[in-house]
Structure formats: C-alpha cells, structure tokens
C-alpha cells in the first residue's frame, strides 16, 4: 500500500537529494503536474512524480522487467489506462506493452493475446529501458512483458500462460465485478496456476474507503 503523503519513495528531503544526482528527477520537480513539459522524458518524470501509486507500480515493472517475468495490470477507467499507456510507451518502448480496453475491438483484442502469448518464451530479462536507451525500443518491440486490460475485459477464455503476477492499479467501483475481475484475473495463467495478484491502494484515499464499505 502506498502512502498519499509521501507516496513511498521516502521523505522530502530523500527526494531532493535524489533529484540532485539524478537528471530524470531533477525534470519532475522542474516539470511538475502544472510546469511546462517539452520532452517524452520531462513528461514521463512529471507523470511518475504526480502519483504515488504510479511511482510504486513503477518500481514493480522495472524489478519484473529485470527477471525477465510477464505481468498483468488492470485499471477500471479509460482515462487511467490512458495514463498508463503512455508512460508504459516513454518508459519501455511502444512495443514493450499490449493493451485492451472496452471500445478495442474483439479481432485486434485477440491479435494482441497472441502477441503476447508469443512473446512469453523469448522475454529478455534486461534491465535496461526505452526511455534510458531508444536502441531498447527495437529489442522491446518483440517482447511485450506488460498488458494493460481494463478489469470488465477479462474473460472467462483469457489466457496468458507466461504471466507471472497480476497488478490491480485502479479497482473497479462495483464490488461483485471487482472481486469477479479478481478471480478472473488470478486463473489467466497457465492451466492449474495461481497467480499472485497485487492491489495498489493509497492510504487516506477514495480508493481505500470504497474497499473497506466493499468488506462490510
């Protein structure tokens, strides 16, 4: 769970000394949430800067990226996958993520599972992103490690086998399709697997009060 307050990446005066050795850091307190943003970087530091819980799930993609492991993240608004797409875009390259939403239509939805599908044998565990390196682009462009889905995409018939966990970014504010998403989403995998699922939720947030009147 993150924390709206510092979001948990440490305290202010962590984050300074942060951004004083480090270029990308520098440009998101530059850039800000309301600061003029020139670059695909500028913009990628603002966006991560802007929100703990992106910050957070920033931390667990790099980390599944380096072992090379297929990860599953949902959100329950367009405009949140919106987001993400783009800074998965800046981040990881355009070919380092699917994505499938309720407006993607059923023929492109399922070219993009295959694609996916495909790219579980050959993901590559580097470390080393896009948006650090634009030679990483090509090489990512073969192996999508990530697919953003909205959380009511998820069928009954999804299956990707290489997942190794599932990231549940923004919840879905019905909480019977919500714990239906869940379910869904832990048996994507390969036949007999049990995936972990990971919910990010801030503290002191709509999100967390919506979860605990969801448990009454």
Same mark, same amino acid.
């Given at each position: 769970?993150?924390?709206?307050?510092? #979001?948990?990446?440490?305290?202010?005066?962590?984050?300074?000394?942060?951004?004083?050795?480090?270029?990308?850091? #520098?440009?998101?307190?530059?850039?800000?949430?309301?600061?003029?943003?020139?670059?695909?970087?500028?913009?990628?530091? #603002?966006?991560?800067?802007?929100?703990?819980?992106?910050?957070?799930?920033?931390?667990?993609?790099?980390?599944?990226?380096?072992?090379?492991?297929?990860?599953?993240?949902?959100?329950?608004?367009?405009?949140?996958?919106?987001?993400? #797409?783009?800074?998965?875009?800046?981040?990881?390259?355009?070919?380092?993520?699917?994505?499938?939403?309720?407006?993607?239509?059923?023929?492109?939805?399922?070219?993009?599972?295959?694609?996916?599908?495909?790219?579980?044998?050959?993901?590559?565990?580097?470390?080393?992103?896009?948006?650090?390196?634009?030679?990483?682009?090509?090489?990512?462009?073969?192996?999508?490690?990530?697919?953003?889905?909205?959380?009511?995409?998820?069928?009954?018939?999804?299956?990707?086998?290489?997942?190794?966990?599932?990231?549940?970014?923004?919840?879905?504010?019905?909480?019977?399709?919500?714990?239906?998403?869940?379910?869904?989403?832990?048996?994507?995998?390969?036949?007999?697997?049990?995936?972990?699922?990971?919910?990010?939720?801030?503290?002191?947030?709509?999100?967390?009060?919506?979860?605990?009147?969801?448990?009454?």
């Amino acid at each position: 769970t993150a924390d709206s307050t510092d #979001a948990a990446v440490g305290s202010p005066s962590a984050a300074a000394t942060a951004a004083a050795a480090d270029p990308t850091a #520098a440009a998101a307190a530059a850039a800000g949430l309301g600061g003029t943003v020139t670059s695909d970087v500028e913009y990628l530091a #603002a966006l991560v800067a802007g929100s703990g819980k992106l910050q957070l799930l920033d931390l667990m993609l790099q980390e599944f990226k380096a072992q090379g492991k297929q990860v599953l993240v949902l959100a329950h608004s367009s405009k949140a996958l919106e987001l993400l #797409a783009d800074y998965a875009r800046i981040k990881f390259g355009p070919g380092g993520y699917k994505l499938a939403d309720l407006s993607t239509p059923a023929a492109e939805r399922y070219a993009a599972v295959q694609q996916f599908n495909a790219a579980a044998g050959g993901s590559t565990n580097s470390s080393i992103t896009a948006a650090e390196d634009p030679a990483a682009i090509a090489a990512a462009s073969e192996h999508p490690f990530m697919f953003l889905m909205a959380a009511r995409c998820i069928g009954l018939g999804t299956v990707l086998p290489g997942l190794s966990a599932v990231i549940v970014y923004e919840s879905d504010w019905h909480p019977r399709l919500d714990i239906q998403a869940l379910h869904r989403a832990a048996a994507a995998g390969a036949t007999g697997q049990v995936l972990p699922v990971y919910r990010i939720v801030l503290r002191h947030s709509v999100d967390e009060r919506l979860l605990q009147l969801a448990d009454r």
